[in-house]
């Protein structure tokens, strides 16, 4: 018996193209997991808009994650 295939198969093969696999994202996330360090926070200059990065202020001592939302940067409690 013949396969049928769907009017939109070519739709459907070309979404699965594109759609990142695991070992994409864990590759992505990869390069962003270290420590940044710096005597004063970072700004949003510093934090890529809607990432985050792990940041040591040398000045105050204090561990924290960064993150910025539409150009407004946002920090967590400090890890101690």
Known sequence: MARRVPNN??????????????ND???EVGNRMH????????????VP???WIV?????????RIW???AGTVKKSAAFT
């Open 55 to 63: 940041f040591n202020n040398t000045s105050l001592s204090e561990v």
């Open 35 to 46: 420590v940044y360090s710096g005597t004063s926070d970072p700004t949003a200059d510093d």
């Open 9 to 22: 198969a070519p739709l459907i093969n070309e979404l699965e193209q594109k759609r990142p696999s695991v």
């Open 67 to 69: 993150t910025n939302i």
């Open 25 to 27: 994202w864990f590759r």
């Open 49 to 51: 808009e809607n990432q």
